[in-house]
């Protein structure tokens, strides 16, 4: 991984530096350039100051004005300024010789001129000394243009071979930058490649996990379908058969062997009850079919199946119905079970003595049950655990699966409502739940078909 | 002592119940499917019947039905449900009978239930327009 990110890295470093490098080749040619056109304009600039010595001597020479011959003197200062310019920007041996010839013949020029001036001192016809001028002058003039020409072109000839190298450089540079680009392209599509095959395969491998998980799933469904069927159905036999051993009993202990038996299978039973719920609590299947229901009902239901072992511990279970004839909308079985199942957790862990309150107000709109014991409580770091899945206390002695709870808290919440526990650790704890409130449908419920014993949980 | 019908398709549960019937003081006889339930309450119209949901070829909502329809005195006899399945209160609202009692239950429950349908005999009676479900157990069911 670190390794392709380096080679991509390098690429592209590459890239940049060859692009750059252009640029500086760039940059570099245009200076050049610039410093030969600017010697260019300076040999241009003595041909013209020559023109301007030639018109002011010959002007000088017809008028014997002294105004040309101030202005010639001028001009040949200028002159000598530009010339000593140019050898200044003449480094190369082949400049320097080209500008030792222009040096040479604007001397020979110069001497020629001073020459003639000379001549105006002496009675000389200004004809003669026009033609003489003329000729002695004209061919001088012609040598030095023909070797500042001369400069210039070597100047161009310098400007032609600066354009030529930056044009071969940029065209190597445009090749390496082109190269180094198709390969960071090639590399970035192996690279690309390499990674969506191995993002396959990881795909690939998490999609078989997925189908197992599935499989075993569906597998497990199965087996607690045939649980549901084939287990619970002998065992419930099992069941009948000790209570009939037992009213049939000729002596106690035979009797009591029998309800041992008895007691023991309808544990089983309600333990494979509780393996279905969470089975299909966990497959999401859990379904209500909430009706209008009284909750005053639903607590006498409740009390009644607990009254008995209650009574046998000596706990007393109380209900207090402050207000009464609420109705919520609520899966009668279902909620039945809640109540069943914590009455049955407050019954286990009350002592002798203890007492268990239920009860059921509007909060609202829904209705919140209560249900309160004299236990021991539970402690504080496991209020948030108690509704877990199999979770049960590490210093517990009493028996239970962990699953009570939990089946309870996903009926309630199949039901839009909400299961807590607050609890004094030492002082007993309370239980509530939220159900929907079923008023607003008063007129037409069929209330409890039957009051069919329902199954405690 | 009253003249009751159990009908399971499970044949120890059958038996047990019918044991602990007994054992309450009723004549008790046993079917095993609902075809042969309803063979033995046309041989001698019981005063309950305790009957399964879930049974192979006519489960116990399709015999109740079926007694309504067969009418002859079937269909004032009083049926109780028993059985494991859930949302057994709807399947008994559907069938029409205040009587059902879901698994697993204590013996004296069951007993009690069956008390209590014989005082009241309070006989089905689907609520009109629902459709009693023959059941996924069902399938071959005969009108």
Not at chain 1, 308 to 329: D, N
Not at chain 1, 390 to 399: H, Q, V
Not at chain 2, 90 to 115: C, S
Request: glycine share 8%; charged share 25%.
């Amino acid at each position: 991984m670190a390794g392709y990110a380096i080679v991509i890295v390098l690429l592209v470093a590459g890239v940049a530096g060859a692009i750059r490098r252009l640029d500086a080749v760039d940059a570099r040619t245009e200076a050049h350039i610039r410093a030969k056109e600017q010697e260019i304009a300076l040999t241009e600039r003595l041909r013209w100051r020559n023109e301007v010595v030639v018109s002011s001597a010959s002007g000088y020479l017809l008028s014997r004005d002294p105004i040309f011959l101030a202005r010639l003197r001028e001009a040949d200062a200028a002159f000598d300024e530009d010339l000593a310019a140019l050898e200044r920007r003449s480094p190369t041996p082949i400049e320097q010789s080209l500008f030792a010839e222009i040096e040479r013949v604007s001397s020979e020029y110069r001497r020629a001129q001073e020459d003639l001036l000379a001549e105006t001192q002496l009675p000389v016809d200004p004809r003669e000394l026009g033609e003489h001028f003329e000729t002695l002058l004209q061919p001088r003039r012609v040598a030095l243009a023909g070797a500042l020409d001369g400069f210039a072109r070597h100047k161009q000839e310098v400007i032609a071979g600066v354009y030529a190298e930056a044009q071969r450089d940029r065209r190597h540079l445009l090749l390496w930058t082109q190269g180094l680009l198709g390969v960071v392209m090639l590399v970035s599509l192996a690279i690309a490649w390499t990674f969506s095959r191995q993002l396959a395969r990881v795909y690939a491998k998490e999609q078989q996990a997925l189908d197992a998980a599935q499989k075993a799933l569906a597998a497990r469904d199965e087996i607690m379908g045939v649980v549901a069927h084939d287990l619970r159905n002998p065992l419930g036999a099992i069941t009948m058969k000790a209570a009939v051993l037992r009213q049939e009993a000729s002596s106690e202990k035979t009797r009591r062997q029998a309800e041992s038996i008895e007691n023991i299978g309808m544990r089983m039973e309600y333990l494979i009850r509780s393996m279905l719920d969470v089975t299909v609590l966990e497959a999401g299947r859990l379904t209500v079919s909430p009706a209008p229901c009284s909750a005053d009902g639903l607590l006498r239901e409740a009390t009644d199946l607990f009254s008995g072992v209650a009574t046998s511990k000596g706990i007393q279970l109380a209900r207090g119905v402050e207000e009464p004839g609420i109705l919520v909308r609520a899966d009668h079985d279902r909620v039945l079970q809640v109540l069943s199942n914590l009455l049955g957790n407050a019954l286990k862990f009350t002592p002798k003595g203890g007492r268990i309150t239920m009860s059921v107000e509007r909060r609202n709109s829904s209705a919140r049950f209560a249900v309160s014991d004299t236990g021991p409580g539970i402690a504080r770091d496991h209020v948030s655990h108690v509704f877990d899945r199999f979770w049960r206390p590490k210093e517990s002695t009493k028996a239970g699966t962990g699953l009570g709870l939990f089946i309870a808290r996903g009926i309630v919440e199949a039901h839009g409502g909400r299961i807590w526990v607050e609890s004094d650790p030492g002082h007993g704890a309370t239980f509530y739940f939220s159900m929907p409130l079923a008023e607003a449908e008063v007129s037409t419920i069929p209330l409890n078909v039957g009051q069919g014993a329902p199954n405690p949980a | 002592m009253a003249d009751l019908l159990v009908i399971d398709d499970d044949l120890d549960g059958a038996d047990a119940l019918a044991e602990l019937m007994r054992l309450a003081g009723h004549e008790v006889r046993v079917g095993y499917d609902g075809e042969e339930g309803l063979h033995l309450m046309q041989e001698r119209i019981p005063e309950v019947v305790i009957v399964d949901v879930e049974m192979p070829i006519v489960g116990g909502p399709a015999m109740a039905y079926e007694m309504l329809l067969r009418d002859a005195g079937l269909e004032a006899v009083p049926v109780v449900l028993v059985s494991g399945v859930t949302h057994l209160r709807d399947i008994a609202t559907r069938v029409g009978t205040p009587y059902f009692l879901g698994k697993p239950y204590r013996h004296t429950q069951v007993v009690e239930l069956v008390q209590r349908a014989l005082a009241e005999r309070i006989a089905p009676r689907p609520a009109p327009g629902t459709t009693v479900p023959t059941g996924p157990a069902a399938p071959r069911h005969r009108p």
